[in-house]
């Protein structure tokens, strides 16, 4: 099994900031990571599929980076609604996510 | 608009089985691969079975490997998770989520999910 572990466990940042989240494979998943977005009782959502792509309707301030066992999620400058968890996943073979990092208000 | 609504879940004792519905709507559901992720209260996510979308592959975590059986009925638009045997370390909320357009393991469309509490 691929284990994926994701740092910071908290990012403590005001709105407008730059967020940087980092995601790290076991091994290489080459470019089969995605990105999902979950706030509190809600489902999760994708933002980044194929590592750097973004989903549908997603917006520009999301970015996706790296390859093989690397990998960064930035968001530009915060907005409010941006402060939740955020999960990797790697697809390169059975599916295993992240332990989350969440991004609270500072 | 893409729809998916679980429903299923309850309290259960260890042992026994329950089994999860997800209710397609919105989309052409016979051409798409469906999955079941789940969550344990304030944990992180976990992939647990996957179902190709003519159920001619079907994939489970070892975790729920032997216990619980995915299945769907596309005339219906439905998926399913039959649970058996089940354990205190079951309870979490269910997603079902589309494979998507990006990869069949890239999950554009969730459920709201439905909880599961396995206890005596």
């Known amino acids: 099994e691929i284990v994926l572990t994701q740092s910071p466990g908290t990012l403590s940042l005001s709105p407008g900031e730059r967020a940087t989240l980092s995601c790290r494979a076991s091994q290489s998943v080459s470019s089969f990571l995605a990105w999902y977005q979950q706030k509190p009782g809600q489902a999760p959502r994708l933002l980044i599929y194929?590592?750097?792509s973004r989903a549908t309707g997603i917006p520009d301030r999301f970015s996706g980076s790296g390859s093989g066992t690397d990998f960064t999620l930035t968001i530009s400058r915060l907005e409010p609604e941006d402060f939740a968890v955020y999960y990797c996943q790697q697809y390169g073979s059975s599916p295993t996510f992240g332990q989350g990092t969440k991004v609270e208000i500072k | 608009e893409v729809q998916l609504v679980d429903s299923g879940g309850a309290l259960a004792q260890p042992g026994g089985s329950l089994r999860l519905s997800c209710a397609a709507s919105?989309?052409?559901?016979?051409?798409?691969?469906m999955t079941w992720v789940r969550q344990a209260p304030g944990k992180g996510l976990e992939w647990i079975s996957y179902i190709s979308y003519g159920s001619h592959t079907i994939f489970y975590a070892d975790s729920v490997k032997g216990r619980f059986t995915i299945s769907r009925d596309n005339a219906k638009k439905l998926l399913y998770l039959q649970m058996n045997s089940l354990r205190d370390e079951d309870s979490a909320i269910y997603y079902c989520?589309?494979?998507?357009?990006?990869?069949?393991?890239?999950?554009?469309?969730w459920g709201q999910g439905t909880l599961v509490i396995v206890a005596s």
């Open positions: 919105g989309f052409i559901f016979s051409s798409y691969s």
């Open positions: 989520a589309r494979g998507s357009d990006y990869g069949a393991y890239v999950f554009d469309y």
């Open positions: 194929g590592a750097s």
